[in-house]
């Protein structure tokens, strides 16, 4: 089998009154992202590792912000894209970590809806598909609410043909 390891990473800005959508879910809170798309920050660090372990780039490259077709867009439509171009040549999940660091709402009710919604998208079982919440402990731009980041790694795999 082959296999194929990348990481993701992307931040975005909170402000109020925005809805806030993480891992696919919306999430009750008085802020959410700023952002071109729906500004599912997880959605968004877990397409730039699917694409980066196979070298194809980023979510900007596929999915530009200055694109008027990804205005508003619901980030599960890129994920399911990042996935359609993955699997067109044999490649499969085998497992993804995802972390998610922000100060505030707690997130920890929305963490397994966030890994069954990940998982439905991603054709995978839910096992193969964790998510992390964290604080920063009130440092730094997360700590004081200004923004949410997230890291994202995934291991691909694909059969290798000389094995069939």
Same mark, same amino acid.
């Given at each position: 089998?082959?296999?194929?390891?990348?990481?993701?990473?992307?931040?975005?800005a909170?402000?109020?009154?925005?809805?806030?959508?993480?891992?696919?879910?919306?999430?009750?809170?008085?802020?959410?992202?700023?952002?071109?798309?729906?500004?599912?920050?997880?959605?968004?660090?877990?397409?730039?590792?699917?694409?980066g372990?196979?070298? $194809?780039?980023?979510?900007g490259k596929?999915?530009?912000d200055?694109?008027?077709?990804?205005?508003?867009?619901d980030?599960?439509i890129?994920?399911?894209?990042?996935?359609? $171009?993955?699997?067109?040549?044999?490649?499969?999940?085998?497992?993804?970590?995802?972390t998610?660091?922000?100060?505030?709402?707690?997130?920890?009710?929305?963490?397994?809806?966030?890994?069954?919604?990940?998982?439905s998208?991603?054709?995978?079982?839910?096992?193969?598909?964790?998510?992390?919440?964290?604080?920063?402990?009130?440092?730094?731009?997360?700590?004081?609410?200004?923004?949410?980041?997230?890291?994202?790694?995934?291991?691909?795999?694909r059969?290798?043909?000389?094995?069939?």
């Open positions: 089998m082959d296999l194929r390891i990348g990481n993701g990473y992307d931040v975005h909170l402000a109020p009154g925005l809805p806030l959508w993480l891992g696919g879910i919306q999430v009750e809170s008085p802020i959410g992202c700023i952002a071109h798309s729906d500004g599912d920050v997880a959605i968004h660090a877990l397409c730039d590792a699917i694409l372990s196979l070298a $194809l780039g980023d979510i596929h999915f530009p200055t694109s008027d077709e990804f205005k508003g867009i980030s599960k890129l994920l399911r894209r990042v996935m359609e $171009l993955i699997t067109k040549d044999g490649w499969h999940v085998v497992n993804a970590d995802i998610i660091a922000m100060q505030k709402p707690k997130l920890a009710p929305y963490i397994v809806p966030m890994r069954e919604c990940l998982a998208v991603m054709g995978c079982s839910v096992g193969q598909v964790s998510v992390k919440a964290t604080t920063t402990e009130k440092l730094g731009f997360v700590g004081r609410s200004e923004g949410c980041e997230v890291y994202a790694v995934v291991l691909l795999g059969y290798d043909e000389t094995f069939e």
